[in-house]
């Protein structure tokens, strides 16, 4: 069966994988804050998300789609009633995790930033919603999906302030945000739901 989510990996790999070997390409679709402030190329906060810098990048964040996805897009349709809902998440997740990196960088030329990774953030922060308990791999390592989120905030937190290692660590922590604040704008009662997953492992 053809997802929204399996759709959006296709579509993403197909327009990667073309760009690796025309690195003009890249920059065209590359969020580019200068490039948005000086000409108004506001479509760079949607396609940014489509390209990557190699096939180890581009392999990470389509599989954690992969995996996630699904289940995301399964929940958004018995949760809220509709496919497109999970396809307005995914598209506002791209956009949103790169407003701050656009503030940030807004009158720096040379600053770029390719990769979905903090839509693939929101995805997988909004199964950690949904499943906080759940046990996820991170790296071989098994633990649940709460203290992966927490972690995970506070590690991409602590990078962006470091910064050094041309990883956009705002999108990962502003996507994983949204991830959260989608559904339960939508939704407020997740709220509850959540808690009584949390307070369940102390029953």
């Known amino acids: 069966m053809l997802t929204l989510s399996l759709v959006i990996i296709i579509v993403t790999c197909i327009i990667s994988i073309t760009a690796f070997s025309r690195p003009g390409e890249i920059d065209k679709l590359s969020m580019w804050p200068y490039m948005v402030k000086e000409h108004n190329q506001y479509y760079r906060f949607i396609t940014a998300g489509l ?17 996630f996805g699904k289940y995301i897009e399964i929940m958004f349709q018995q949760v809220f009633g509709g496919k497109l809902y999970f396809l307005l998440f995914y598209v506002l997740a791209l956009i949103i995790s790169d407003i701050p990196s656009y ?13 979905a990774s903090g839509a693939v953030s929101a995805v997988v922060f909004a199964f950690i919603l ?21 972690l995970f905030l506070g590690y991409s937190v602590y990078m962006s302030r470091r910064g050094g290692d041309g990883i956009n660590h705002d999108a990962h922590f502003w996507g994983a945000v949204f991830g959260v604040v989608f559904p339960l704008a939508l939704k407020p009662q997740l709220a509850g739901y959540f808690m009584e997953q949390i307070s369940s492992l102390w029953r």
């Open 130 to 150: 949904f499943q906080p308990w759940a046990k996820i791999i991170v790296f071989v390592i098994p633990m649940p999906a709460i203290l992966y989120g927490v």
């Open 103 to 115: 503030i940030r960088h807004r009158n720096n030329y040379s600053y770029r930033s390719i990769g």
């Open 51 to 67: 390209v990557h810098a190699d096939y180890m990048h581009l392999g990470f964040n389509m599989l954690t789609m992969w995996f």
